[in-house]
């Protein structure tokens, strides 16, 4: 029973663009949600995180969005670099931490 | 200041054997989990520790077994290894107890293929 779930397996985007890379999740006790990017035979990097008191976060390009009601969050990177290229996992904090499947992120030059 | 460590970081072994993995946080993190990532798939949660006390397990059978030291390191062990055992295995660390609105880092992982 996946309770967070990316349905974009893969994204491309072109450089100096807008990525917007979305995840759903089904349990409304969640509290605190995550983003994390992953390269290849790397481990995953923490990138941005929100709490359920907040719709919006940024830090510096990147920006996560909650839509507690939809539950729906999302990450927008702007402007998009080819170093972004990686899989982003979304994450969500109760018990336990759920992760989503990813969303592999291609920027191309 | 260093990251997560694991060790080792590649290792290949045989259905039936058993195998353990290694993990030293972060300095001053004293909460440590454990995830399995197979190709495709996101992180499964495994196990946390907290104070050397095991405060969460995930839905894996009793092969799987880990346990934190007193300098806060853990080490993760499965008994008679399966193929479907070959996996990423992560660690990760954090601060204070890893749960419930705190971020968790992760160390590189490390690969293991059963055959």
């Known amino acids: 029973d996946q309770q967070v779930k990316q349905n974009s397996p893969s994204l491309s985007v072109q450089e100096g663009r807008i990525s917007i890379l979305n995840c759903d999740y089904t349990n409304s006790m969640f509290d605190y949600f995550l983003w994390y990017k992953k390269y290849p035979a790397e481990g995953p990097t923490f990138l941005i995180s929100i709490s359920s008191i907040k719709d919006k976060n940024e830090d510096g390009r990147f920006t996560v969005f909650l839509n507690k009601s939809a539950k729906h969050l999302s990450l927008h990177i702007v402007p998009s670099q080819p170093g972004d290229s990686a899989v982003y996992f979304c994450?969500?904090?109760?018990?336990?931490?759920?992760f989503g499947t990813g969303t592999s992120l291609t920027v191309i030059p | 200041d260093a990251g997560v460590t694991q060790s080792p970081t590649h290792l290949i072994k045989t259905r039936g054997q058993h195998v353990t993995l290694r993990c030293s946080p972060i300095?001053?993190?004293?909460?440590v989990s454990w995830y399995q990532q197979v190709l495709g798939q996101g992180p499964q949660f495994i196990f946390q520790?907290?104070?050397?006390?095991?405060?969460g397990r995930g839905n894996f059978p009793d092969r799987f077994s880990a346990r934190q030291f007193p300098n806060y390191s853990s080490e993760l062990n499965v008994n008679a290894l399966l193929l479907g055992d070959s996996a990423l295995y992560l660690c990760?660390?954090?601060?204070?107890?890893?749960?419930?609105?705190?971020?968790?880092?992760f160390g590189e992982g490390s690969w293991l293929t059963v055959v």
């Open positions: 300095s001053g993190h004293k909460s």
């Open positions: 994450a969500a904090s109760g018990n336990q931490f759920y």
């Open positions: 990760a660390s954090s601060f204070p107890s890893g749960l419930y609105g705190n971020t968790i880092y």
């Open positions: 520790y907290y104070e050397k006390e095991e405060r």
